[in-house]
């Protein structure tokens, strides 16, 4: 979300904020096109909109929609269809080029930091707090992909990470879990925002370092 053109040559990428199943897209654009309606400012764009309400709000209202507890057998079943998805996967088009997952994810999650002293600029404490925070899923998913271990979710990530390297809590004395916890207890403020992303930068830190040494 959040992308488009802003003018004289300017775009902006849009943000990844969540993972949804598929057949509960529509659910999740009506949400979308509903709240946009009933909040927008005079002669607001959709952009601007997003723009104003920051990432961590739509990931808020939109969480409880990338749920996975509770879906139902016709969650598995594609549009037109009448039987389960199944996965087929073979050698296509694309096992012509390979990409470091790794650096790749890494690369993102350094984007997310970026954005997090951007929105501390902006004085957004809420939005800068977030970006934070997806920075360190996103930088712990990378290592683990070296690893055994089930990342399909915020959840195995942040649980898995502190499984396969116990060294972060040695190190910083906290586990990567307990952090994100303050994350979630927190409520947003300049204060707390300063000091979640300092300290986010340095766990972000030892998660690259953790990543060239394992390259060496």
């Not at 904020?17 to 999740?28: A, F, G, I, M, N």
């Not at 990338?66 to 073979?90: C, H, M, Q, R």
């Not at 340095?202 to 394992?214: G, L, M, P």
């Amino acid at each position: 979300m959040g992308g488009g053109v802003l003018g004289h040559g300017q775009g902006r990428f849009a943000d990844k904020v969540l993972k949804v199943p598929s057949k509960r897209t529509p659910d999740v654009l009506r949400w979308l096109l509903t709240d946009y309606k009933e909040n927008q400012q005079k002669n607001e764009t959709f952009l601007e909109y997003y723009l104003r309400k920051g990432t961590s709000y739509f990931y808020e209202h939109l969480a409880h929609y990338s749920e996975v507890t509770d879906l139902t057998p016709s969650d598995f079943i594609d549009w037109g269809e009448d039987t389960n998805y199944e996965k087929a996967i073979g050698i296509g088009e694309c096992a012509g080029v390979t990409i470091d997952l790794v650096q790749t994810l890494l690369y993102d999650a350094q984007h997310h930091l970026d954005q997090a002293y951007l929105s501390m600029e902006a004085s957004q404490w809420s939005d800068a707090v977030y970006q934070g925070y997806a920075a360190l899923v996103r930088g712990a998913k990378a290592i683990l992909t070296t690893k055994d271990a089930k990342i399909n979710s915020h959840e195995s990530i942040i649980e898995q990470f502190d499984e396969y390297y116990p060294d972060f809590q040695t190190t910083h004395q906290v586990k990567l879990k307990d952090w994100i916890d303050e994350y979630l207890r927190n409520a947003p403020s300049q204060i707390w925002a300063s000091t979640f992303i300092e300290k986010t930068a340095n766990y972000f830190s030892w998660i690259k370092s953790i990543s060239h040494e394992s390259k060496s």
